[in-house]
Nanobody, 120 residues
Framework: QLAESGGGLVQAGGSLRLSCAAS????????MGWFRQAPGKEREFVAS????????LYADSVKGRFTIFRDNRRDTLYLEMNSLKPEDAAVYYC???????????????WGQGTQVTVSS
């Protein structure tokens, strides 16, 4: 089970840190990802990280602004979001899978999502 937190309302240019707590003792065996979905749009890839934290992937739209990292001792995934833009507003989901992938269909477990709103 995955549970996101940390979403909220922030002004453009601001920062937020999202967390995803996993209730499993095998968290460190999963590759993890962050996806987002805005109203009327398809779910899109944001960032992913392999089981050890040694490899990451980012969508071009967030590269240089967002950082994905994980703490396997705490069974928690994070997404540090800086220089937020109105177009970053969406529901953000964390997901767990067995491959470092940008494809949401490669992930087996999903959280319920956390809303990020960016005011201009």
């Amino acid at each position: 089970q995955l549970a996101e937190s940390g979403g909220g309302l922030v002004q453009a240019g601001g920062s937020l840190r999202l967390s995803c707590a996993a209730s499993t003792q095998t968290f460190d065996s999963y590759d993890m990802g962050w996806f987002r979905q805005a109203p009327g749009k398809e779910r899109e890839f944001v960032a992913s990280i392999n089981w050890s934290g040694g490899r990451t992937l980012y969508a071009d739209s967030v590269k240089g602004r967002f950082t994905i990292f994980r703490d396997n001792r705490r069974d928690t995934l994070y997404l540090e979001m800086n220089s937020l833009k109105p177009e970053d507003a969406a529901v953000y989901y964390c997901a767990a899978g067995e491959a470092l992938s940008t494809n949401p269909y490669d992930y087996d477990y999903w959280g319920q999502g956390t809303q990020v709103t960016v005011s201009s």
